[in-house]
């Protein structure tokens, strides 16, 4: 199914706003969820929706908040999402942060207590246009294995880099699993088989069935080194933000527990003086000028395949699963019925 992402927008705004969410708040939810599926990331896009909203139903969600913040120390942002939705919170968060960054050098914040705040490219690249370097990590429910083990311990826990850059900033997001989990239940939600190393099911067994590895466990990438980054990294975003660890996290992929994962943003102002952004570009110029191996296939830098994606999504159109479509229809009808009986 194609469809304009104005119409798909328009569509997440009304049923987040019927459910509570204040229009501005609304907006920023639907935009994540939209730029997923733009860049072709459709499992943080707006399969995510109705969980969203069963979330918000069952109170473990609260659209109205963008949360509770407090400086602990000059240069860092003390945040308590009061359980609001994970963009909003997010969002937030780095509106306050980067003023303090502009005038220090450096600023942090650290969340506890928000939902899922869908990709960290968003934010980071958000930041990296205001002429900020960002760095952006989060955790999540024990999905992938150590290396070596058969059981899920550790989140996926994604990472985000953004750098200011012309005519864009360079954008690294890599989660520290192999795929995400969002992309096991997207490969399930259509029927589809999942590649060969992917992950292992829940008795630790290799598999390709994506509804068997939603219950398994995901493979770190590269090996001992994915898993080892993996490992620091969500030591370190449970130490800033004092949210759960491992095992105890919940909440981001269901629509019964309290979302208990941690987000960290630190934002950092370029050497002043210097023609930092000027070179940056021109090496990254340099680098897309590089020979390829296959002339077909050009040399990107990161970032660069998802904003192509994005703009001829803009352009053609953005795709959609038949049964995803008529989900969120469906979403939307039960809005406009239940509004109609009240």
């Known amino acids: 199914m194609i469809v304009e992402a104005a119409q798909v927008r328009s569509l997440a705004e009304d ?8 229009p501005a708040h ?22 995510r929706l109705r ?17 509770r913040q407090q400086w602990l120390y000059r ?13 909003v919170v997010a969002q937030s968060a780095l509106a306050t942060v980067e003023p303090r960054a502009r005038e220090d050098g450096i600023a942090v914040a650290a969340i506890r207590n928000s939902n899922h705040i869908a990709m960290l490219a968003w934010y980071a690249e958000q930041v990296a246009k205001r002429g900020l ?39 690294l997001d890599m989660a520290t699993g192999l795929v995400s989990m969002g992309k096991i239940h997207d490969y399930a939600n259509r029927g589809e088989a999942i590649p060969q190393g992917w992950a292992l099911d829940e008795d630790g067994n290799p598999t390709t069935d994506a509804q068997a590895a939603k219950l398994g466990a995901i493979a770190p990438f590269g090996g001992p080194k994915g898993y080892a ?9 449970t130490a800033l933000s004092a949210s759960a660890v491992g095992t105890q996290v919940k909440g981001t992929l269901d629509s019964e527990a309290v979302c208990n994962k941690g ?12 023609r930092v952004t000027e070179m940056v570009s021109a090496y990254l110029d340099e680098i897309r000028k590089c020979a390829p191996a296959d002339p077909a296939d050009p040399v990107m830098v990161p ?3 998802a904003r192509n994606r994005r703009a001829q999504n803009l352009t053609e159109g953005l795709y959609l699963d038949d049964r995803l479509w008529r989900d969120l229809l469906d979403l939307k009808d039960s809005c406009s019925s239940k509004a109609v009986s009240a």
């Not at 969980?51 to 949360?67: A, C, F, K, Y």
Request: proline share 9%.
């Open 133 to 171: 370097i960002a760095l952006a990590m989060t955790t999540s429910e024990a999905l992938v294995h150590p290396w070596g083990g058969r059981k899920k311990m550790l989140g996926t826990n994604p990472l985000a880099i953004a750098v200011p850059a012309s005519p864009e900033p360079l954008v």
């Open 229 to 237: 980054l993996g490992l620091a990294l969500e030591v370190m975003v």
């Open 26 to 47: 609304a907006r920023v939810q639907a935009d994540l969820l939209l730029e997923g599926e733009l860049r072709g990331l459709p499992s943080h896009g707006l399969l």
């Open 75 to 87: 240069a860092f942002l003390d945040v308590d999402g009061e359980r609001g939705l994970g963009p």
């Open 15 to 22: 049923v987040l706003v019927f459910h509570g969410a204040p």
């Open 51 to 67: 969980r969203v909203v069963e979330r918000i139903q069952r109170g473990l969600t609260d659209p109205r908040t963008s949360g």
């Open 263 to 274: 987000d960290v943003f630190i934002v950092i102002a370029p050497r002043p003086g210097e």
């Open 303 to 305: 970032g660069d395949r």
